[in-house]
């Protein structure tokens, strides 16, 4: 896995706050909801929770709490983000390779209009 310097981890925050800017509305990307409605999972949750797997290191990441909207999600789980992190990005040697995953990830199901 690439080790990311100070100045890629700011690219990398930069880019995640693009995504919560510009959120995919639902109903553009795979998403499970609850018996009441609530999501509780997404394809874009999936990428910010990659995004700051690699910003925050493994070891802050572990220990970070679960954001509200992932509490209680059956769906989501620390272990399942690290080894997605390592299965798809453990072989790209830059940043510009990292970002250019997520973007082409969101590419296939945003229309860029916030929910």
Known sequence: MKTIDQIENIKLQEYLQDIIGKPTPFSKQKSMFGTLGNCLWCDEWELIEMIKYLFNGKEVYYRDPAP???KNSPFWSKEAIEAKVEKDLGNMTTI?????????????FNDTTSC
């Open 68 to 70: 509200n909207r992932l």
């Open 96 to 108: 510009e390779e990292i970002i250019g995953y997520f973007k082409n990830i969101r590419n296939s």
